[in-house]
């Protein structure tokens, strides 16, 4: 079955780091651009980071300079590595597959049931 | 960054048409893709592309989209359409994703 089942989440405090986990099962993650979308509680959805195949990654400004995204190919596993948390990092963070037709045509395909993230004291 | 501008809700009536706009500069140069997310739930791709729907998603779901402007509509509404509905493109940058603020739809 083709599916992405994240964990890691859990309640951490302001200034700590979490690193969350994306296991894919059915393809590999290697061979697709992959994503990170977040989704605070009663708010809308957020874009965070993307990888591509060639691994070069892009960030949300929101969260430039304090999350890397990241894969093991030999898990088949995305990693999002969390540090410098804040209070408005709390949400479920989803993983995504990427899909790319053209360079006009981008959307995510598949995503995961999500895991949630609190940053509180 | 850029932004994409969805109205906050819509209402329809159960059978009937309604479409979600969905507004930005990002979509003058890339398609919008559409998500339903219904509550507690992942979000669903529902439309991609031009107009493109996956295999499972009911034809009732249509994309369109002219100049700034993408539209997602409904043709034929039914009780389980009700969600939140959010469009998404890349931004003017090529290498960054931009959501829409979300629609939510509520079928009368």
């Known amino acids: 079955e083709v599916q992405l089942v994240e964990s890691g989440g859990g309640l951490i405090q302001p200034g700590g780091s979490l690193r969350l986990s994306c296991a894919a099962s059915?393809?590999?993650?290697?061979?697709?651009?992959m994503s990170w979308v977040r989704q605070a509680p009663g708010k809308g959805l957020e874009w965070v980071s993307v990888i591509y195949t060639d691994g070069r990654t892009y960030y949300a400004d929101s969260v430039k300079g304090r999350f890397t995204i990241s894969r093991d190919n030999s898990k088949n596993t995305l990693y999002l590595q969390m540090n410098s948390l804040r209070a408005e990092d709390t949400a479920v963070y989803y993983c995504?597959?990427?899909?790319?037709?053209?360079?006009?045509?981008?959307?995510?395909?598949?995503w995961g049931r999500g895991t949630l993230v609190t940053v509180s004291s | 960054s850029s932004e994409l501008t969805q109205d906050p809700a819509v209402s329809v009536a159960l059978g009937q048409t309604v479409r979600i706009t969905c507004q930005g500069d990002s979509l003058r140069n890339y398609y919008a893709s559409w998500y339903q997310q219904k509550p507690g739930q992942a979000p669903v791709l529902v439309i991609y592309?031009?107009?493109n729907r996956p295999s499972g998603i009911p034809d009732r779901f249509s994309g369109s989209s002219s100049g700034s402007t993408a539209s997602l509509s409904i043709t034929g509404a039914q009780a389980e359409d009700e969600a939140d509905y959010y469009c998404?493109?890349?931004?003017?940058?090529?290498?960054?994703?931009?959501f829409g603020t979300g629609t939510k739809v509520t079928v009368l």
């Open positions: 995504a597959r990427d899909r790319v037709d053209t360079t006009m045509v981008w959307y995510f395909d598949l």
């Open positions: 592309g031009e107009n």
């Open positions: 059915g393809f590999t993650v290697s061979s697709n651009y």
């Open positions: 998404n493109s890349r931004d003017s940058s090529g290498n960054q994703f931009v």
